[in-house]
């Protein structure tokens, strides 16, 4: 049986084509509230209305991305004529919710520190000291080593 259409409208007056399924009652969202509300939640699962059915998208689709210095906001060295793209890097995340794709976007002032640590500071793991294009979250890795503590689960194991 397949799903009924989504609510019609997201409480800013705009078509909700977008839900979270991580957000508290999966909300429906416009394009542009999904994006705000999930600037400092990248990793929140979401789906996109086909016309059909609810299919599984990304937030990057919305135009999340990840910041990292500057507290979650873009690095003042940046142009401000430079599209919002422009200096991002597209970096898997793997993260106890599933595997996702986003931009992270790096601090470039002259006192920033390496990729790697700007990635740590903001609780993911890199899988390379040297330009980084996978990382793990803390949490995941949290629960992989429970995992393997209790269960003897090995990374594959855990994975699966």
Known sequence: MGEGLP????S????????????SGSPS???RCCAETHRNSPLHRVQFWNGQYFQQAWLRQVGVQVHCGHEGSRCPELPPTMPTYGNDRMLVVV????????????????????EDLQLLALGYYPASQTRPRTVFTLRVLDAFLLANR???????SFYN
């Open 150 to 156: 209790e269960t003897n689960a090995s990374p594959r």
């Open 95 to 114: 993260d106890i919710t599933g595997i996702h794709e986003l931009p992270f976007t790096f601090c470039r002032c002259r006192s920033a520190a390496p």
């Open 7 to 10: 609510e019609g409208r997201a």
């Open 29 to 31: 969202f416009c394009m």
């Open 12 to 23: 800013c007056g705009h078509d909700a084509a977008w839900r979270c399924l991580d957000c």
